[in-house]
């Protein structure tokens, strides 16, 4: 299951939704939150992206709370139905630590895309440097773009064997 809610979170999952999506081995449930909703809906588009599960949680002017929370209340039914062997997020946006928690809670692994990065300020930029931690813990894979990414984990006692540099989605996009 691949669970991401904004534009630059598609724009960096579309690569490896085709991959999954191209091999037999492979099922693979397409989840939005919708917390970017008209950016969201055009590079799904554009990337020919149907998305099988909409959390639709985009409201104007609400809380980053609002958001985490109408994630996990809204993403676990959907995790109980469809019981995923794996989670995959994208980034730091309070979608993919959201959907990250609700992974976890549920049992489900959680693998982090985008992982490693940081900016060692927790409050800059805000909220992602937070969620890129948050995610950090409970994450079982982390694919680190660069190898200074895998160092970040490595250096945050992270086992270095749930780390694998991948490089970078956005340039495969």
Do not use: C, W
Not at 42 to 49: L, M, P, S, T
């Amino acid at each position: 299951m691949t669970v991401y809610g904004t534009r630059p979170e598609a724009i960096k999952v579309a690569p490896v939704i085709a991959a999954v999506e191209a091999d037999e081995r492979f099922e693979n449930i397409v989840v939005v939150t919708g917390q970017h909703r008209e950016m969201l809906d055009q590079v799904n588009e554009i990337f020919g992206i149907v998305p099988d599960a909409d959390l639709d949680v985009f409201g104007h002017g609400q809380s980053l709370s609002g958001i985490a929370a109408k994630i996990l209340a809204g993403l676990a039914p959907v995790l109980e139905e469809h019981r995923p062997d794996a989670v995959v997020v994208q980034g730091d946006t309070t979608t993919s630590t959201a959907a990250a928690l609700a992974a976890f809670y549920a049992g489900i692994p959680v693998v982090h895309l985008e992982a490693g990065l940081r900016s060692g300020d927790i409050t800059s930029p805000f909220p992602e440097e937070a969620n890129r931690k948050i995610t950090s813990q409970i994450a079982a894979l982390h694919l680190a773009p660069t190898s200074e990414s895998r160092a970040n984990l490595v250096r945050e006692s992270i086992d270095p064997a749930a780390i694998a540099v991948t490089g970078n989605t956005v340039i495969d996009a």
